[in-house]
């Protein structure tokens, strides 16, 4: 099932109420008439409980250290109690929207950045208007970070975790074949041969889901145009059927056609496509920052590079995560505030390096934290160029709507089948719609 | 309708009085929650609704018309039609064939019962991930075993192949399907005349010849409901697709059932997949009314609605 | 004349051992994919993410912990039955009913009213699920019990009337008319001398309507918002977080989550087994 990177959710059903309230004459206010039924509670307006609704985790056992979390912010707020619930993707998908519009909805959910997912709940009018708690409270946000956030000059809610996509590797694997790290495209596809010829996969290409192939195009085009080009494609200046993005596609083209991918990769899944890179059988795995956290249970060492430009070492792509949103119709606004302030305090900020195993939006200070070398590596770089040093690329489908990343995501698929080119690809993606 | 008929008008009278009270529990329910919101939906199939104008415009049938130009919907039509021809065909035949020989199996058929039944029981999710590994296209059980047997050449990459991906889902909804229809159809053979199959064995009837003049027609109703409902589950099929494969790759697996959600959630085209989600229902139902004349046709007592 | 007797052993094909050979092929195929996730369910973690495919390659409760724990199980499988088997029963106790009067009962507008009933076969979910949401909060229904088993049983309902129409229209009118000539009213007609004949059919929708609900997930997570009654399939979809899946709890889960309904199957369908040797059944 496609179940996109960077923590993605669909667009929203937005004003499906106004309509269906116009027809049955419903009223769609959180003043409705439904009660909350006996049994746990639920709904909590009475007893000042926050719920706090978020996507299911990548590993189910954060559940727990996020509600000790939660008790330390309950302890330092006596009165504020919050119930946490955790909800797979594609079912949010479709239950949240009404329950937000209903009133009956969470009070502090976590959601995506960028225009697809905040921009279309902050255009419907379901969000609550934080502009002044980032005043009040300083939060110290990345500057690009909490641009995918403001909408219409307003800032509506807090990013999410950081994340990158590169080029994993096989460092002992590496070694064994005599191959240095990938610094030009040329060099990758030379390191890549060699793999091939020790029996080995070189690249463990996962496409199944659909939207690995936003990652893959995302990844090859941002070393190519750099961080500059890649703006100027999302803001509508460059087109998607320029000579640049053909080529970037063109590329996965020809890796598939020389045999660097597995066969047939849009029958290997995501966990399949991992597990073909942690058991050996691959020696390089396109994939992002999150994945950090599956990797220290692995007996080989591994290293994190940006693919790799036609003339140089490329960069890494910097997307976003789901971050809190506060329902413009909480009951209770201040209450969520604080929860709020709570998620981007550093105390929360090095339990999300550590426990969560995301890296933030905002810098923290990460000296006496055990994480891996390669964690802290990841770390490292990335609040470098998040906090303005050094250029970074963008996971496209972060910013961009639904229909454009379905025509992406169709096009990269199309061409490792053989049934698009990448021109055709590129054309369709210019063709989409972008609202 | 009914030519079994009873005489009196009394006892038409009563009929139609125990009748009317018996299906009011379900008409009240049906209206209620299903009809009235249904109807509220379709209103959504006839404005051009981009998610956020509180006052959408009106536009008759353009959703519609647009389908028409909409070459997705082509491609998801034919995928349908190959769905229903397969998806109905396979787990009917197969179904009666495995219930029949369960049949005289007796007692100790409820284990293979059990055994057959599973593949129905397991949610979806777990279908999808395990049937993923069956076909994953590098250390996948199937082409392992096509490897093991000499067909090396026959390997592919299933769902990863716009060629095979759509017989692959197909196979794996029959596999998790059939043993529905074995519940079913072993449920109505309990209500067959065995009387009538010994005199046809004796009279030197072969097993396919009684299976076709002296069982099917006793359980006939039953066996055209099967049909019916697995055929109608075709038009709307979308859960397994989108667990398997998303309607992918590059929609090669697309139907409307996907194709529709992905519209209404995914892109924010409420109207649009409304009205396609609506298209099903319209294609589906001339199909319902004649498999239903057809089952009031061949039944033994044509008693039914 | 007599009704329809149940066979004893109608001998239907020769070969018993020809038979068993097709039937247990026929069987593995059917049960591989649980062996599949036996397999899975049972590995250690580590094992699972490298080597997926390997059939038993290593042993390990903790998927079952995990499973159990995590998926707060627990917590969930009363609120499983309790959101399964009261919509179950309704869907049975209605379908029985309206599918007698479908089958055998005419009445004025009786076509019609089939059709609107099974309209609910040909529409998806997905397609009036949401206006069905604001309805609900409309009739103070939304976040309720009765109102998600509401839910619950209609959407049974499509299904369960066209199936046991189907099988109330098997049974011969000899029947009918001979219990009329005996006195009996209509009601009596349907309750003592039609409704036992279709248990089998009966049993056979009770299983699976409570299979439905059982692994449903959508409509207690959609019309409970304040989060109450959380079914298994919650606790199960919760491996499904991200991008990837947990596939070993995932595994054991599914395992913990079918335990149930395979114990019902086989006490209904006991019953049935116990019908065909139980003897005639009188006109």
Redesign the interface.
Known sequence: MPRPGALRFGAALSTVAFVAAACTGVPSGPSSAADPSAGADGGGEATGALRFLVEAPEDPAQLDPLREQITVFEGENPGITVELEAVPLDTLRTTLQPQLRSGEGPDVFNWGSGPAFGGAFAEAGLLYDLTDAYEQYEWPIYGFAKDQVTFDGKIMGVPGEMETIGLYYNVDLFKELGIDEPTTLEELTAAADTVKEAGIIPIAVHDAEGWQGGHLLSMALSSRVGGEGMEALLNGEASWDSPDVVAALQTWQDFNEAGYLPPTPTGVDYDTGNSLFFSGEAAMLPNGSWLVNDIPGVDFEVGYIPFPAPDGPGIFTAGLGSGPYISANTEHPEAALEFVNYLVSSEYGRFMVEELTVIPPFPVDTDDLEISPLYAQVLEDTSSFAGGEGEFGANIDVRSTELFNEAMWNGVQGILTGQMTPEEAAQAMEAAPVE | MASTDSGPAVTRRAQARLGIALVAPAAILVLLFFILPLANAMYFAVIRFDGVNPNPPFVGLANFTQMLGDPVVWRALGNNAIWIAIGTAAPLLMGLVIALLLWNVGRGSLWYRVAFFIPFILPGVAIGVVWGWIYDPIRGWLNEVLRMVGLGEATTGWLGNPDTALYAVIATAVWASVGFAIVVFLAALQSVDADLIDAATIDGAGAVQRTRHVVLPQIMPIFLMVATVTLIGGFSVFDIIFVMTGGGPAGATEVLGTYAYSNAFQFNRISYGTALALLITILAVPFTIGLNRLQRRMSLYRTGA | MEG??????????PSDLG??A??LV??F??????I??VSTAFKTE?DV?????GLFSSFSMENLV?AWT??DFGDYVLNTFILSVPSTVLVVV??I??G?????????G??V????????????F????????????????????PGVI??L???G???G???M???F?????EL??AA?IDGA???QI?TRVMLP?VT??A??LA??TF?QNW?N??VP??Y??????RPL??G????????????G???AG?LI??LP??VL??VL??Q??R???AGAVKG
């Open positions: 329809p007797r149940r066979s004893e052993q109608p001998r239907f094909l038979r068993h097709i039937l026929l069987a195929v059917s049960l591989f994919p649980l599949l996730t580590q993410r490298v080597n997926p495919f995990t995590v998926g209605i379908s009913m309206a007698y009067a479908f089958a055998r009962l005419p009445f004025p009786r076509t009213v089939f059709y609107l009933v099974v309209l609910g076969l040909l529409v998806p997905f397609t009036y699920m949401i206006p069905l949401y604001f309805q609900l909060q409309g009739m103070g229904l939304l976040n309720t019990l509401l839910v049983t209609t959407t309902l499509a299904f009337t066209i199936f129409r189907a099988f229209s098997e049974l011969p009118p009918e008319q009329r009213s209509e009601l349907f004949l089998p059919g049993g056979a299983v699976f299979l692994n997930l959508l997570l959609l409970l918002p304040g989060g109450d009654f399939t919650m199960l979809y919760v491996f499904l977080g991200g991008r990837g899946i947990d596939i709890p995932l595994a599914t989550t079918i309904v395979i199957f086989i369908q006991r049935v087994t019908g065909i040797l």
